[in-house]
């Protein structure tokens, strides 16, 4: 009798698990999807040479709006998804999101302890939390601990944004699986060479196209 009492019980705990994993697959392929989207977005705009340094392209802007938002739902919900629930590219996938908040300063340091908790847990990568850190950091104007926020130079070259300790960043980079800080900049300008090039290639068409109007209306 008490078999057939527990049985019932026990096809429902199989449905729920079944339920809560679908669920967790259900919110990584949504996360995956999100951060796919900001990434093929910003290769585009890099490759038609629409990035600039200062302007904060609108189609980026939105999305990251939009992205920030849904984030923000996931969290009040779920609370931040962890390596057990959505495996390790949902959670880079949430970690991308959460990175590119930057018109919600709150928000993204709000998330650093809830980070921080995680990466203890082993539920969540270090890296994550040196570059979430980092970026709050320099959102507040204070000095950065990992290095991984850069700003430009005087001659437009890019550079670490200010150090606490500069003497222990690569030390700490290190133990979490970084290159080191001289490397990591030396990465960061070469794509930012390629990003400029996109620039003045467009800029070139732009005007090719200019001066060819220009020779037919001359011609007309």
Not at 53 to 58: A, F, N, T
Not at 69 to 98: C, H, N
Not at 125 to 143: H, I, N, S, V
Request: charged share 35%; hydrophobic share 35%.
């Amino acid at each position: 009798m008490l078999e057939k009492q527990q049985r019932p019980k026990c096809r429902k705990c199989k449905t729920l698990a079944i339920r809560i994993q679908e669920m967790n697959e259900e919110l990584k392929n949504e996360l995956i999807s999100l951060a796919d989207k900001d990434q093929s977005l910003l290769q585009s705009v890099k490759e038609a040479g629409e990035l600039q340094d200062e302007e904060y392209h609108p189609k980026i802007k939105q999305l990251h709006e939009r992205n920030t938002e849904r984030a923000r739902q996931i969290i009040e919900k779920y609370g931040w998804p962890t390596i057990s629930t959505v495996g390790e590219e949902g959670s880079d996938a949430m970690w991308l999101i959460v990175q590119h908040s930057v018109l919600a300063p709150e928000f993204m340091l709000s998330c650093v302890p809830l980070l921080e908790n995680l990466v203890k847990a082993g539920e969540a990568k270090g890296w994550q939390l040196a570059f979430l850190q980092d970026r709050a950091l320099m959102q507040q104007e204070k000095p950065q601990i990992y290095g991984t926020q850069h700003v430009l130079d005087e001659n437009g070259n890019l550079k670490p944004y200010t150090l606490a300790e500069p003497e222990l960043v690569d030390e700490k980079r290190i133990s979490l699986g970084l290159e080191s800080l001289e490397e990591r900049t030396r990465l960061l300008q070469a794509d930012r060479n390629k990003v400029l090039k996109s620039r003045e290639n467009r800029k070139s068409k732009i005007a090719n196209k200019s001066n060819s109007a220009d020779a037919k209306k001359r011609r007309g």
